[in-house]
């Protein structure tokens, strides 16, 4: 009888990123770590900085060893759930441009004023010493 994998959303990963709960996502599995954290030659705050997203760059770029992926394995509680994929990092990106875009128009509303009236003094006083010579 094959064995079930428990699924999990990268929101419910997300929630465990304390050095006492714990979990990482790794090519698309889930991994419980708190236990490790105290040992990973690294520090505990290289893997709790990866808690939240998908950290599978930055164990790749730390090029760990083949024995640090085995024991990676022996933290494994299941995999990520795809079919969620919701990443809310976007939709707070997206609300954040739209919010600074708008301040922007705002800013530019209010403040067209300066720049017309440097202009203006600048052709009354080109005018003047103009007319003076």
């Known amino acids: 009888m094959p064995t079930l994998t428990k699924l999990y959303t990268m929101q419910e990963a997300a929630q465990h990123n304390t050095p006492q709960d714990c979990w990482i996502v790794i090519d698309g599995k889930v991994y419980d770590v708190g236990s490790y954290l105290e040992e990973h030659p690294g520090g505990d705050d290289v893997i709790l900085a990866t808690t939240g997203k998908d950290a599978t760059d930055e164990f790749e770029d730390a090029g760990h060893s083949e024995s640090a992926r085995e024991l990676l394995e022996t933290f494994f509680i299941g995999e990520l759930d795809l ?14 441009q739209a919010d600074c875009t708008q301040k922007l128009k705002d800013l530019t509303k209010q403040n067209w004023a300066i720049p017309v009236a440097v202009i203006g003094v600048s052709v009354v006083i080109g005018f003047l010493y103009l007319r003076k010579k």
């Open 83 to 96: 079919s969620a994929t919701v990443i809310p990092e976007l939709e707070i990106s997206s609300k954040k």
